[in-house]
């Protein structure tokens, strides 16, 4: 609606333009003529004032819409850094969790292996007993 409004204003304004500039052609010099012209150009000027101020308030309406854009898009960044800050937060934290989980496979490998070789020393251990228990039995016979 005020797109429209101003240019009807603009309209009046080219119109009255074009009254006074034919009124100062058409007779020279006639008092009737001049008033007619005065009185155009005052029309002519108050329309003139009007399309300014109906534009005055258009900037003023866009400067706020403006102000309250940036005002969004400033809230809008601190969110997504303080987003982006948890999100690096929980990337430090998985790298911890996986530095101790590989941390805890690797000394499960190692207990496993340290007890594979524990049953191997009991199997061994117990295979010298039996040949000391055999050797002892024939030391006792002879």
Known sequence: SQERTLA????QAFRVTEKVAAGLESTKGSVQV????????ESHILTITRIVKQLSMDIQALEGQLAQRDSVTSGTTVAVQSLDQKNMAGIGDLRGRVACDASIVKLSADM????????????????LRSAVDVRLKELEVK
């Open 8 to 11: 009807v204003l603009q309209k």
């Open 34 to 41: 001049e008033a007619l012209s005065r009185k155009l150009l």
């Open 112 to 127: 496993s292996s340290g007890e594979q070789q524990m049953i191997r020393l009991q199997k061994e251990a117990a295979e």
